[in-house]
């Protein structure tokens, strides 16, 4: 890796969302990736990106206790190898279905530990790391606004990490910019058997290139920071 090279990180950018980020971003940015998973099962894909830019990869698995020193000593050896991170976006989450009244310590745990517990000690190692003028971006939800009745918990994390993007702003201004978007459904399946698209103004679902240009829009516009970005297609108000 050359000196000073400029890249972009994705946290969680290995699967489904991620991975469609990855696609889009390879076209004009190195890319540094994330996975909860060893990378040795995705080496045909990796191999395929790296025909289109270069492409680093990293192990920061939530269940791991190491995972503090892990994120560490990984973006320290980033800035040993001359990479210059711009731009940094945590994807990584899960969406586990958990009606009130089932909920229990451990159920409870995982899903904070994954939506809300891992992105917050993500942006706490990637702000201070980033380059001057860079940009630190969190992926929320929708349900920020209107929480999911099966999805509580999940959606009490994302509007935790919502809570976080003001906060993290004021701390890492004026050199770095947080960034928030809450997203409606970006990566539709080839069915919408619940009609999502028709509870929208736009009539429409979203997709990963809906989200891949609010994210670049964020990561291009310096006097953006601390606010969230709403990707719904107008569903709040439908």
Known sequence: MEEKESWWILVGGRSRLGRALAESFAQDRKLVLTSSKPWNEESRWLESLSKRTRVQTFQWNADDPELVP??????????????????????????????????????????????LSFPLLAAQTLGPGLAAGGCLQLLLDTAIHKPFAKHMPYSIAKAGLAALI?????????????????????????????????????????????????????????????????????????
Request: hydrophobic letters at 45%.
């Open 70 to 115: 892990t994120m560490m000593a990984d973006m320290k050896s980033l800035g040993d190898a001359g990479v210059r991170l711009e731009n940094a976006v945590i994807v990584a989450g899960t969406f586990p279905e958990s009606p009130f009244g089932e909920w229990t310590p451990s159920s409870l745990e995982a899903t904070w530990r994954m939506n």
């Open 166 to 238: 003001p906060g993290l702003a004021k701390a890492l201004a004026p050199r770095v910019r947080v960034v928030g978007h809450a997203i409606g459904t970006a990566l539709p399946n080839s069915s919408d058997p619940f009609n999502l698209a028709d509870r929208t103004l736009l009539k429409r679902l979203g997709t990963p290139e809906d989200l891949a240009r609010a994210i670049r829009y964020a990561a291009a516009s310096p006097y953006l920071t601390g606010d969230i970005l709403t990707l719904d297609g107008g569903g709040r108000w439908a």
